[in-house]
């Protein structure tokens, strides 16, 4: 019970200084370092079972692998780099400025490219919304399904993630097109979802796409390919 009390406490702090620190205009990535939030985790060990230590030890390096992602996040060509469908060096290689240039032409002429897409989601990603791109894939994917066995159990798995209220990875549709797609899972179908991709990729569409194609990441990787030709 003490060692209950003292994390409560802990947490109760922690919250009121996140408070303060947004009260004071300032971000609250300054609050804590990585090495403070890793070590108070491992200051209250589970127990001591061993298998219990081990889970601790996972969860510790998850967290600091979590906390290096926030206080490094950026959206240089850099963070596109790290994700790229191919070894980064090779992969911008073969990626010519003609091709990441087309990509302005159109939100579907980025989505066909592998690069593209690779490059949007690393974006998505410093805007914490990448599972919208994550749910078109799923239902593109999703089409491509033949099995009548796994078609159900595919769009349930895709509904639940994404779709369901509180979902893992909740897509943002209005209620009216999610009560639709519910109502679909009584008896999936190849088309089942395309009312909410539709949305979604709208949502993509209009928001996400010019932020991207404005960003400093996608910037960047022009002036990469760019400089390779000079």
């Known amino acids: 019970m003490e060692l209950l009390g003292e994390i409560y406490f802990s947490s109760f702090m922690k919250?009121?200084?996140?408070?303060?620190?947004?009260?004071?205009?300032?971000?609250?990535?300054?609050?804590?370092?990585?090495?403070?939030?890793?070590?108070?985790?491992?200051?209250?060990?589970v127990g001591k079972d061993p298998q219990a230590m081990r889970t601790g030890?996972?969860?510790?390096?998850?967290?600091?692998?979590?906390?290096?992602?926030?206080?490094?996040?950026?959206?240089?060509?850099?963070?596109?780099?790290?994700?790229?469908?191919?070894?980064?060096n090779r992969a911008l290689k073969r990626l010519s400025t003609?091709?990441?240039?087309?990509?302005?032409?159109?939100?579907?002429?980025?989505?066909?490219?592998?690069?593209?897409?690779?490059a949007f989601r690393a974006f998505l990603k410093t805007e914490f919304s990448e599972e919208n791109l994550e749910?078109?894939?799923?239902?593109?994917?999703?089409?491509?399904t033949r099995s009548t066995a796994k078609l159900v159990s595919k769009a349930h798995r895709i509904f639940e993630e994404f779709v369901d209220v509180q979902a893992p990875r909740e897509v943002n549709i209005d209620f009216q097109t999610r009560e639709a797609t519910r109502k679909n899972m009584q008896e999936p179908s190849l088309t089942c979802f395309d009312q909410a991709q539709g949305k979604v990729h709208s949502l993509m569409e209009k928001d996400s796409y010019p932020r991207f194609l404005r960003s400093k990441m996608?910037?960047?990787?022009?002036?990469?390919?760019q400089r390779r030709l000079s």
């Open 57 to 88: 030890q996972r969860q510790n390096k998850g967290m600091r692998t979590r906390l290096g992602c926030l206080s490094h996040k950026s959206d240089s060509c850099s963070d596109f780099t790290a994700i790229l469908p191919d070894k980064p």
């Open 15 to 45: 919250n009121f200084h996140f408070m303060s620190f947004l009260s004071e205009g300032k971000t609250p990535w300054n609050m804590f370092s990585e090495n403070s939030l890793t070590r108070s985790l491992s200051d209250h060990p």
């Open 98 to 118: 003609e091709e990441a240039t087309r990509w302005a032409d159109s939100f579907d002429v980025l989505l066909s490219h592998k690069y593209g897409v690779a």
């Open 218 to 225: 996608y910037l960047d990787l022009l002036s990469q390919s």
């Open 135 to 144: 749910f078109w894939l799923a239902c593109e994917e999703f089409k491509k």
